[in-house]
């Protein structure tokens, strides 16, 4: 159907006059279609990348506008899929021929047949993501938009143009986009879609792990992650790739005592998070803070429910998650361990009324991640009681506070005992040995005890006693 309504202007620029010159000269059909349409008419801010279709060969397009373009730009061929790529110092084009798509059940790779616009019309994610506008220069700007994705937007809804088992079926990676998409744009899922989604979760199986992340991170950068992983929950869908995460809800009672819903207290603290910062990896610290709870937990008469032990236990399952879901094994998943495993530590700090050593060692620990750390455990707060509330803020204030008087007077970030193993091998005329590590643990821990102060003097002059009371002879 040829929506009557012309839009020149959402295709403003010289790569557009090219493509279209291109596509008259081959006389090829063309048009922009998917992301690039939908976001026009979202206002959400040109997109870089830019589908184009060729009803014919995408590949001739491509390297017809590649011999327009007055720079020397180079298309990259992929011949197996039938696609090519011309980037420009702006912009990413994405040339493809229109298809008639099947896909096999069990597999993504699709049986490939040429088709006419609305065949690749038919065979796209969303009704709002198949809308295309021409190129041709008879048809410039022209929408064409057969399902009324133009409608879906003004009424925020996520659809499939075709009944949404096959849509998914086909693809279904689009279950987690149909959430990712709502998250993003603030749109609800239509009902039989979801309740499509609920029937298939199970078919994530087929699903690259690499291609579910990607769509996790960019639901865990919306504005309020917790629309899109509570989706997820609904659907079945999180527990297919993250059961770790659908393990810590439901709240259990023993004899009257209770505990708290522990997922959606994960997903508040992971809200919490995101209106303080975009680092991806601090929000993934705040979705896992507490996994390790869901094994740890136990009951017992005198104490109620405790979770011992579960920021340690957390932080190897981080490990394990990751290396499941084929996330970097790198420093990241470090940061993210690292967190988990001292997600309680601010606060024991607070339980000992913040004593210069509790917070030195804090800060010792936690390194140059102290303002993260410092970060998770704000967002950790999420009692309703306005009262607690406020005096959980201040108690870390003060922890806070504390924090830079420590530093600007000890320097304990990132700190190296100031003697060295050599040092003290050469004070006791020592070889390798077990004597030198006890001395400096020794020395390190009166530093954060401020036993002595973080200076080679009294270090050096510690030293020489500590290897004395290990039977020791200073020889200098
Ligand atoms: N598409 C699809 N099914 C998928 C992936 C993509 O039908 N599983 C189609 C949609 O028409 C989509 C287009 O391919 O608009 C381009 O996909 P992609 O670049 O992944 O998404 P965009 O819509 O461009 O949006 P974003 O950049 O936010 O991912």
Known sequence: MLDKKHYPEALEGAVFSILSTAADELDLPAYVIGGYVRDYFL????????????????????????????????????KNFGTAMIKTDE??????????????????????????????????????????FS????????LLDPFNGMQDLQDKIIRTP????????????????????????????????????????????????????????????????????????????????????TALKGIE????????????????????????????????????HDIGKAPTKRFSKKVGWTFHGHEFKGSKMVYHLFKRLKMPLNDKMKFVQKMVRMSSRPIAVIDETATDSAVRRLVHDAGDHIEDLMTL???????????????????????????????????????????????????????PCREIGMIKTAIKNSILDGIIPNEHTAAYQFMIEKGKSLGLTPVI
Not at 45 to 50: A, C
Not at 110 to 129: H, M
Not at 164 to 179: F, G, K, N, V
Request: hydrophobic fraction near 35%; glycine fraction near 4%.
């Open 162 to 245: 075709l009944d949404p088992d096959i849509t998914y079926s086909d693809d279904p990676l689009r279950m987690l986009r149909a959430i990712r998409f709502a998250s993003q744009l603030n749109f609800r899922i239509e009902q039989k879609s979801f309740q499509s989604i609920q029937r298939n979760a199970h078919r994530l199986k087929i699903i690259s792990n690499e291609r579910i992340v990607t769509e996790v991170h960019k639901i865990m950068m919306c504005d309020q992650p917790s629309f899109g992983f509570q989706l997820l929950e609904k659907s079945g869908l999180l527990k297919q790739f993250m059961p770790e995460l």
């Open 377 to 431: 455990c704000e967002a950790d707060i999420t009692t309703k009681n306005p009262r607690r509330f406020k005096k959980y803020h201040n108690n870390f204030q003060k922890v806070r506070d504390k924090i830079v008087e420590v530093e600007e007077r000890d320097h304990i970030r990132n700190f190296q005992p100031p003697v060295s193993g050599e040092e003290i091998m050469k004070a006791f005329d020592l070889q």
């Open 91 to 132: 912009l990413e084009l994405e040339f493809v021929g229109a298809r008639k798509e099947s896909y096999n059940r069990d597999s993504r790779k699709p049986i490939v047949e040429d088709g006419s616009l609305e065949d690749d019309q038919n065979r796209r994610d969303f009704t709002i993501n198949a809308m295309a």
């Open 43 to 78: 206002k959400r801010g040109q997109k870089k990348d830019i589908d184009v279709l060729a009803v014919g060969s995408g590949i001739s397009l491509a390297r017809k506008v590649e011999e327009l373009l007055p720079h020397s730009t180079k298309v990259s061929v992929f």
């Open 253 to 288: 009672e023993i004899e009257g005592q209770t505990h708290k819903d522990n997922f959606y207290h994960t997903l508040e603290v992971v809200d919490n998070i995101s209106k303080n910062t975009n680092d991806l990896w601090l929000r993934w610290a705040a979705l896992l």
């Open 135 to 142: 190129l041709n220069k008879s048809s410039f700007g022209a």
